[in-house]
């Protein structure tokens, strides 16, 4: 099975750019996306196909995939920023998530 | 508006089945790759299965033949059907649609439906 790794858990100070990496085997011939999820609640896309936003994502969020890592930088974080965010990809017809990143804005 | 339902969560013991349903609104089942998610207590997401929109059908190993995925496209509905459950498929499932090709990401998702396994 295929695998993603992510980092348990990112701080960041509110105005500052946070970056969460998510690292696979040759993950720069997949796609990757990015939801958040706080608690409570279902996830939210807000990167995929690597760097696009879905409409309604703010301009703060972008996403990059190089050699065996994808980034989610958040840029100018705020406090609702704060939330899980997991990476995923496709390999071949099944689907991984990576296992998660709890951001922190203190 | 674009919207899916989940229905059908649950005690039940272990062994036991359950059929989740997750309706849609919005837009058409069939036209899109519908997948499967879910998160035990406290972890991370887990993908389980996934819809093509030409019919096949793709689980992960851990729920590989016993859960079934399926759709009913006069009901636009999607289901999934869970046999020999056990207790570490206790989790809250989600249904989720993914646009007709892989990397689209999963835009829509539904609040998530109760399973829980326990004697």
């Known amino acids: 099975s295929y695998d993603l790794s992510q980092p348990p858990s990112v701080s960041v100070s509110p105005g500052q750019t946070a970056s969460i990496t998510c690292s696979g085997d040759k993950l720069e011939d997949k796609f990757v996306c990015w939801y958040q999820q706080k608690p409570g609640q279902s996830p939210i896309l807000v990167i995929y196909q690597d760097t696009k936003r879905p409409s309604g994502i703010p301009e703060r969020f972008s996403g990059s995939n190089s050699g065996i890592t994808a980034t989610l930088t958040i840029s100018e974080t705020q406090a609702l920023d704060e939330a899980d965010y997991y990476c995923q990809a496709w390999d071949r017809s099944t689907v991984t998530f990576g296992g998660g990143t709890k951001l922190t804005v203190l | 508006e674009v919207q899916l339902v989940e229905s059908g969560g649950g005690l039940v013991q272990p062994g036991g089945s359950l059929r989740l349903s997750c309706a849609a609104s919005g837009f058409t089942v069939s036209s899109n790759y519908m997948s499967w998610v879910r998160q035990a207590p406290g972890k991370g997401l887990e993908w389980v299965s996934v819809i093509y929109s030409g019919g096949s059908t793709y689980y992960a190993d851990s729920v590989k033949g016993r859960f079934t995925i399926s759709r009913d496209n006069s009901k636009n509905t999607l289901y999934l059907q869970m046999n020999s459950l056990r207790a570490e498929d206790t989790a809250v499932y989600y249904c989720?649609?993914?646009?007709?090709?892989?990397?689209?990401?999963?835009?829509?998702w539904g609040q998530g439906t109760t399973v829980t396994v326990s004697s």
């Open positions: 989720a649609r993914e646009g007709g090709i892989q990397g689209n990401g999963m835009d829509v």
